[in-house]
């Protein structure tokens, strides 16, 4: 090795353990510091401590201050999502109760307007004086019309009526619909229809004895209902009153009309 190289090389090394002798003697200096004489620390320790307070300033406001509010605004949007999901939730259910409550009114028209179509208990006999006259102008011949025993349903009571008439086919064609345009509700059920005995000939229209049920409904009120539940006191002597209130004197009915 000649000697430049060994002067180049001894060059090379040279930095390198002055800065190890600047570590240790820094390192040094920290061992040799008096805590009572902060103006005597040297200028390196002191930027030093001054770095290294900056530091934990900055950690201690992060975790202490910063953390804090930054897990507060994640639960913040967290809740307005919910709250979002919330209101579109309520918002759709508060649409759909307006519609609801719209179809429940139209409901509820119906529903009176089909109760007004109903008779009422006194208004039962006059219904039968109806079903007499529809018939006579129809050309049927009343036998009997017979209020038989009321039938109690959940919220109403059904009125069977029993009708028994003569006629051809089309008094009981015109009776039928004329029954169907009464202002009240009567369903016509169980038709027995039987070939009457021929008395005149000369007709080609065959004369039948007609056997039909009909019935008619009234809704139960409040006090009926009260009533029903207790058949043997109060509520079952105005039922006997009633059934007596609802016998029709029908051939009356019939001589009437006849004049």
């Known amino acids: 090795m000649s000697l430049d190289e060994l002067h180049e090389l001894s060059l090379e090394q040279a930095p390198s353990k002055k800065k190890k002798i600047t570590l240790e003697k820094f390192l040094q200096q920290f061992n040799t510091l008096d805590m009572n004489s902060y103006g005597s620390w040297p200028l390196s320790v002191k930027i030093t401590c001054w770095i290294f307070i900056f530091f934990a300033v900055l950690a201690l406001g992060y975790f202490v201050a910063i953390q804090p509010k930054l897990q507060a605004i994640d639960n913040a949007q967290a809740q ?3 709250l979002l999901n919330e209101f579109r939730e309520k918002d759709s259910k508060l649409r759909n109760l307006q519609q609801y409550q ?3 009114q139209e ?3 119906n529903f009176n307007q089909q109760l007004e179509q109903l008779p ?4 039962i006999p006059s219904l039968v004086e109806d079903i007499n006259l529809t018939g006579v102008n129809s050309g049927l011949k009343f036998k009997n019309i017979r209020l038989e025993d009321e039938v109690k349903q959940e919220i109403f009571i059904e009125q069977p009526i029993t009708i028994e008439a003569t006629g051809d086919y089309h008094a009981f064609g015109a009776f039928v619909s004329s029954i169907a345009a009464l202002p009240r509700i009567v369903t016509m059920h169980d038709f027995v229809v039987e070939a009457a005995p021929v008395k005149d000939s000369k007709s080609d229209i065959p004369v039948l004895n007609y056997a039909i049920k009909a019935k008619t409904y009234r809704y139960m009120g409040a ?3 009260q009533n029903n539940n207790d058949p ?3 509520g079952g002597e ?3 009153n009633t059934s007596d209130s609802h016998n029709v004197n029908i051939p009356s009915i019939k001589k009437s009309k006849r004049k």
Request: glycine share 4%; hydrophobic share 25%.
């Open 223 to 225: 006090s009926e209902s």
């Open 107 to 109: 409901m509820q028209a």
């Open 238 to 240: 105005n039922q006997a």
């Open 120 to 123: 009422k208990e006194t208004e």
């Open 232 to 234: 043997q006191g109060i």
């Open 80 to 82: 307005e999502s919910n």
């Open 102 to 104: 719209l179809q429940l």
